[in-house]
């Protein structure tokens, strides 16, 4: 049990550390299709894993 709850805490970090990283960089700068489009697609799979749980 110990170990499952340090890896979802590492995993929420990530999580939020991409939240912010995204936020930052949308207000510096703006992205193309492409990267948009494969932004989408990470974010797609990464929801499709956690509707299965």
């Not at 890896?7 to 992205?31: A, D, P, Q, W």
């Amino acid at each position: 049990m110990y170990e499952q709850k340090i890896h979802r805490t590492e995993v929420l970090n990530k999580m939020g550390h991409v939240f912010e990283r995204y936020r930052f960089l949308i207000r510096s700068k703006s992205f193309n299709k492409k990267q948009m489009e494969t932004i989408d697609y990470h974010l797609s799979e990464i929801m499709k894993v956690l509707n299965d749980c």
